[in-house]
Every structure is written in C-alpha cells, then in structure tokens.
C-alpha cells in the first residue's frame, strides 16, 4: 500500500507534466493572452502618469522647488526679518522668524545669509540654538 507522501510525489509530478505538456502544445499568442486575470484577454498595465503641471509664476506650492528669486525678492524679505528681529530684545531664532512671517522653510537661509554677510543682522549660538538679532 502506497503511502500519503508517495502518492502526492505522483499527483504533483503528473500534474507538473500535463501543465509543461499544455504550453508546449499552446502557441505564442495564446500565452501572451491569459497572462492576465481570468476573463481578461490581456496583461493590465499601471495607468500613464499624466504630464506634470505647467510651472505658474506665483510661488511654488508647499513642495517642489522654488521658484528663482531676483535680488528685489530677497531684499524684500530681508528687509521684514530685520524689522521683525529688532522688534524682540532677546533676537529670534530662525523657526520662530519663519513661522511670523509665514514662509517655506526653504525660503530662510538665503535670505539670512545675505543679512550676515550685509552685516544687518548678527547671530550667536550653532545649528538650531542660533538667534539672529538686527543691528
């Protein structure tokens, strides 16, 4: 008497025989079509990504890149983080100077940059402790 294991040794081998046994007998065109789900004639591909907005002249949305800022933009706004830091006694860090004048966290460095190298602003401290104060 066969055992449990021998017998499903031989179901699975026959098995495995008939399904090599069908493609080899199938043509091209017929294992390209059921390559899909049941019912359907063809693979489904994912969806074209649709182009990608054209870019508008106003400022970026809250991700991506920005858009490139003349002398006058950055002068603009460096003039706002000067009065807005000589306003507070104690200077403001730069978290704190974004969030009052509601710009993108990448808009600062440029802009604080050009106040230390102006001389119009100074700091003290490093990385996150820095506070700029307005001279």
Do not use: C, H, W
Not at 41 to 49: D, F, G, M, N, T
Not at 99 to 112: A, F, I, W
């Amino acid at each position: 008497m066969p055992t449990l294991r021998s017998q499903l040794d031989a179901l699975a081998s026959s098995f495995a025989n008939a399904v090599v046994d069908a493609i080899r007998g199938a043509s091209l065109q017929e294992l390209l079509a059921t390559g899909g789900k049941r019912g359907e004639s063809s693979p489904r591909r994912a969806p074209a990504p649709s182009a990608a907005p054209a870019r508008a002249a106003v400022k970026s949305t809250r991700t991506g890149r920005l858009k490139r800022r003349s002398a006058e933009d950055i002068g603009k706004i460096l003039d706002d983080v000067v009065s807005l830091v000589k306003s507070k006694k104690d200077g403001m860090r730069a978290e704190e100077i974004r969030t009052s004048l509601g710009l993108q966290s990448k808009e600062l460095p440029r802009v604080l940059k050009e106040g230390l190298s102006s001389k119009r602003l100074r700091k003290s401290g490093q990385k996150r402790a820095t506070v700029y104060f307005g001279k």
